[in-house]
């Protein structure tokens, strides 16, 4: 099986759950950023799993133009989807609602909500103060589910 994991990230939490993720699926497992996308033969993997975070109520657009660009292949995939945020329960679920196409999300294997960090030593003084505004967190903080992570590996075992 040969899986292709594509991410984007801003502070590193989109990238670390991929990481956490290759080394729990079998297998040839490919990561890569969304920004070399253009690089990738999506016919040459089994799963694809595409993973994006939170800024501002929003997913990336590299990966909502991934999704878009890509549509019709990945609904032939074996296909995994999560987000990195900080909101939890209904706010996640419909920010992840909007990150990803309906279409997509009907046809994934896994879906998977995996937390994140707020990580005020990487934040430039705009961010903190819209963390602060969202979240009303005002110190470093990490809310990873690393069983959200186990669970979703799961799915493709
Ligand atoms: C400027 C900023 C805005 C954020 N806005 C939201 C938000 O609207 N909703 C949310 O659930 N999390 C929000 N977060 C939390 C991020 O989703 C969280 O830090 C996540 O781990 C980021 O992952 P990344 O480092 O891979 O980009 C925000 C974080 C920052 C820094």
């Known amino acids: 099986m040969k899986t292709l994991i594509v991410y984007d990230t801003k502070h590193g939490c ?37 993973g994006g975070s939170i800024h501002a109520g ?10 878009e660009e890509n549509l019709a292949i990945l609904e032939k995939k074996r296909l995994g989807l999560y987000l990195c945020c900080m909101y939890e329960g209904e706010k996640a679920t419909a920010q992840f609602e909007g990150a990803f196409p309906e ?34 967190v005002s110190e470093t903080v990490s809310n990873v589910k690393e069983d959200a992570i186990e669970r979703f590996a799961a799915c493709f075992s």
Do not use: P, Y
């Open 14 to 50: 989109t990238q670390s759950a991929a990481a956490t993720l290759k080394n729990l699926l079998r297998g040839d497992v490919t990561v890569a950023h969304v920004k070399e996308r253009s690089g990738l033969d999506l016919n040459a993997f089994d799963i694809v799993i595409v």
């Open 58 to 67: 929003r997913v990336q657009r590299r990966i909502k133009n991934f999704c």
């Open 103 to 136: 279409k997509l999300r009907k046809h994934a294997a896994a879906v998977g909500l995996f937390g994140g960090v707020v990580d005020f030593d990487k934040m430039n003084f705009v961010e903190r103060a819209i963390v602060r505004k969202v979240s009303g």
